[in-house]
């Protein structure tokens, strides 16, 4: 009878092991959502982060640009576009929002000015991205930019990127109610995203689907 119970004993004991190991071994993919709304979807410190136009209030915010250096025959196309609530007339309230930016454009100021469309392609075309960091300020780079719950900001330009990746898998070409040029950008990506103290957190399985236009 005693050795039954130990065998009984035994045997649980190996499934409760074998179901946590099956447990913290499932990874975490977030699916995108099969409409043709733009989001900005990973796995955030283990947690899945679902940022969606039009769910709960999320909304798609875009801005463009021009920073003059110190040479002023250059300028700096700067191109942001993210996800946030942008009231708080909701019943779930949410401080998260998240922007990828693409950095670092420099451009011949004439030459840009006589043909922006040219040089806004040349930004936005499949492919990977050197993430920006606090030192280069010439390579053309591409931010993460995350700021969770609790309203705490986070970026991946504050320390190294080793390993991580960053890739455009497709660009469509659209245009505005004003007739403005826009780029409609899917990508996937993985990341470290640190805050102004040195803390880190790990993005896996990024994904997004974003607008960005010209100025």
């Known amino acids: 009878m005693k050795i039954n119970t130990l065998l009984i004993n035994l045997v649980f004991t190996l499934y409760v092991v074998m179901t ?3 447990c913290k071994e499932k990874e975490i993919v977030p699916v995108p959502p099969d409409t ?41 196309l700067l191109y942001t576009s993210g996800l946030s609530q942008l009231n708080n007339n909701y019943y779930i309230k949410s401080s ?7 950095d670092n454009n420099w451009f011949n100021k004439t030459d840009y000015t006589s043909n922006p469309a ?7 075309s499949a492919g990977s991205r050197t993430y920006c960091n606090l030192t280069d300020s010439a390579t053309p780079c591409v931010e ?23 890739n455009i898998t497709s660009v469509t070409e659209s ?22 103290l040195g803390g880190s957190i790990i ?4 994904q997004l689907f974003l ?5």
């Open 20 to 22: 946590l190991l099956s």
């Open 36 to 76: 043709d709304d733009f989001y900005f979807i990973a796995t955030i410190n283990d947690k899945s982060k679902n940022l969606v136009s039009g769910r709960n209030g999320y909304r798609s915010t875009v801005t463009t640009e021009q920073v003059t250096g110190n040479n002023p025959d250059l300028i700096n």
């Open 96 to 102: 998260e929002a998240a922007s990828a930016i693409f």
């Open 118 to 124: 040219l040089y806004f392609s040349n930004v936005f």
């Open 144 to 166: 993460i930019y995350w700021k969770d719950t609790y309203g705490k900001e986070w970026s991946s330009r504050r320390s190294t990127q080793s390993g991580s990746l960053f």
């Open 175 to 196: 245009s505005g109610s004003s007739g403005e040029s826009l780029k409609l950008v899917k990508a996937t990506f993985n990341c470290t995203l640190y805050n102004e």
């Open 203 to 206: 993005l896996k399985n990024g």
């Open 211 to 215: 607008i960005f236009k010209r100025a």
